[in-house]
C-alpha cells in the first residue's frame, strides 16, 4: 500500500509540475526543443505540445494504444537507450521508490472527479552522463477514458537545475 501511495503522490506531483509549467509556460511552440533527442514521440502521436519553460523542454501527447503500452514503453525505452541514457532504477526525486522500470504500472483511484476515476500511471526517469534527467508519465485514467486513450507527459530537465531540486519531498514540509 505504501508503494500505491507514494505512485499517486509521485504521478499526481508529475501531473501537478506538467499542468503548472503548462500554465506558466511562454506558450506552445512548433520549432524543435534543444533536446527533443530526449523527447521521444512515438509512431500514431496525436496533438504533441511541445513547451519550454526556465531551460526545460517539455512535451505531452495523446496515442491510442491498448493497456498496458508495451509498444510505447518500448519506443521510448530503445530510442533513449540509442541516445547514451540510462533508466533510473529509483525516482529521482523520491529515493528509496522503485521507477516504473522496476515496479511496472501502478493504478490508483481519482476521487476528485464524480464518479471516481481509476488511473493507471507509468512513470520513471533516465539520466545521461551530463546528469541530465528526463522523466515520462505515462497515464490512462478512466471513466471518462478508457484503458486504449494513453497521455505522455515528459520532460527534460538540465543537470544544472535537476541538482538543485529537492530529492525528499519530506524535506519539503
Not at 509512431?43 to 513547451?51: D, E, S, V
Not at 526517469?125 to 497521455?151: C, F, M
Request: proline residues 7%; glycine residues 6%; hydrophobic residues 40%.
Amino acid at each position: 500500500m505504501a508503494v500505491l501511495r507514494g505512485m499517486s503522490r509521485l504521478t499526481l506531483a508529475a501531473a501537478f509540475l506538467f499542468s503548472g509549467l503548462n500554465g506558466c509556460a511562454r506558450g506552445a511552440h512548433q520549432d524543435t526543443p534543444r533536446h527533443a533527442e530526449a523527447l521521444i514521440v512515438c509512431p500514431g502521436a496525436k496533438q504533441a505540445n511541445w513547451l519550454k519553460f526556465e531551460g526545460s523542454d517539455q512535451l505531452s501527447y495523446q496515442i491510442e494504444v491498448e493497456y498496458p503500452a508495451s509498444s510505447i514503453v518500448s519506443c521510448i525505452s530503445t530510442q533513449l537507450r540509442e541516445k547514451g541514457w540510462r533508466p533510473l532504477q529509483e525516482d529521482f526525486w523520491n529515493p528509496g521508490l522503485p521507477s516504473s522500470h522496476v515496479r511496472g504500472w501502478t493504478q490508483s483511484v481519482d476521487a476528485t472527479v464524480h464518479p471516481e476515476a481509476t488511473v493507471d500511471a507509468w512513470v520513471a526517469q533516465w539520466e545521461n552522463e551530463a546528469g541530465d534527467i528526463v522523466w515520462y508519465s505515462l497515464t490512462y485514467k478512466y471513466p471518462p477514458g478508457d484503458r486504449y486513450s494513453l497521455t505522455v507527459h515528459a520532460g527534460f530537465v538540465p543537470a544544472s537545475i535537476a541538482k538543485k531540486m529537492p530529492k525528499d519531498p519530506k524535506a519539503q514540509k
